[in-house]
């Protein structure tokens, strides 16, 4: 069997990230975790940043839910600087010994590569946690769906590089600015003319296409005042209007169930951090679904409860159906 290691570049502010989070984790005794963004357009791939845990994940001694819509707002603000990061998994920290990922871990893994991304073959996930004499370990691990055997995992070698290091100026064109920057990039300027590049505005027309064809829904595309595109769809007496960020398909878009004229207007949110892999079909047939059922929840209300992706750590055996390591 191949033992090889596969080998990922971390940059030194993501580990940082993580490892600053594996202290105030162990001396809170609560697990922290997020998303993972690399640049996979050459090999090996370059995981730049670790997104921070964000402020109303619901973390515990032993499990963790990441609070998605700090993570999908982070991702897309990350994006406006860096448009070419993809997510390719999760971080997160073990606070007791546990040098290892749990079942749990794995059926996370699973469901993120069946129900999340199921156009990625495999996710890295990253692992902080204490080493018996007090030091730091940070693990890596990348788990692959097997057609015939099903989950496989295997241990990444972690190639920590700084963060204006030659691998990542050939990747990004620039170092990696300060987290805070990377999180608060900024108004964008309204003083220039707004440009929509023709890949986005062609992924758009295909995925209305799609909505069109599948869920037999009339579409309209317009320009914002803003120079935003924007998409009004309406099926039988139900309404969604899906708003594009200028980074689309990379960032998300905002999608909205209810009557344009009248509202009122309920974000229907996205239960996993998006990438450009996503359908915006699913989504739309969920807005459009959602005027169909019960009385609407409040906007307000609706709008903080976003669901969670869990990432739960009760059991530390390992499972990895694929076989020995
Ligand atoms: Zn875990």
């Known amino acids: 069997m191949n033992v090889e290691q596969r080998t990922v570049y971390l940059t030194e502010s993501a580990q940082n990230t ?27 791939p370059l995981i730049v940043v670790a997104v921070p845990t964000g402020p109303n994940a619901d973390q515990g001694y032993a499990h963790l839910e990441t609070d998605a819509h700090y993570q999908n707002t982070a991702i897309a603000a990350i994006r406006r600087t860096f448009p070419n990061l993809t997510y390719v998994g999760d971080w997160h920290i073990h606070p ?6 749990s079942s749990t871990d794995m ?38 769906l097997m057609p ?12 920590v590089v700084p963060d204006d290091d030659a691998v990542v100026i050939n990747r990004l064109k620039q170092s990696v600015p300060p987290l805070e920057r990377l999180l608060n990039p900024g108004p ?4 220039a003319p707004v440009v929509i590049p023709p890949e986005t505005s062609a992924r758009i027309e295909r995925d209305l296409q799609e909505v069109r064809s599948r869920l037999h829904a009339e579409t309209k595309l317009q320009m914002l005042s803003c120079g935003t595109l924007a998409a009004h769809i309406v099926r039988g007496g139900h309404e969604v209007s899906v708003v594009f960020p200028p980074e689309y398909p990379m960032g998300a878009p905002l999608v909205l169930s209810g009557q344009l004229q009248s509202g009122p207007l309920t974000p229907i949110p996205l239960r996993y951090g998006w990438s450009s892999l996503h359908r915006l079909t699913d989504v739309v047939e969920e807005g ?27 059991s530390p055996t390992i499972q990895s159906s694929g076989g020995s390591l």
């Open 188 to 191: 964008t300027t309204t003083a």
């Open 96 to 101: 007791m010994h546990l040098p290892f990922l």
């Open 18 to 44: 993580i490892l600053g989070s594996l202290r105030t984790s162990v001396q809170h005794r609560l697990e922290q975790g997020g998303s993972l963004l690399a640049c996979e357009s050459q090999s090996p």
């Open 148 to 159: 015939r055997y099903g989950l496989w995992m295997e241990p990444l070698q972690l190639a």
């Open 288 to 314: 459009l679904r959602a005027g169909d059922g019960d009385p609407p929840i409040t906007w307000v209300h609706r709008l903080f409860r976003t669901r969670k992706r869990r990432l739960t750590c009760s």
């Open 107 to 144: 059926e996370t893994a699973g469901k993120l590569l069946t129900e999340t991304t199921p156009a990625r073959s495999h996710v890295d996930l990253l692992l902080g946690t204490p080493g018996h004499n007090g030091d730091e370990l940070l693990l890596g691990f990348r788990v692959s």
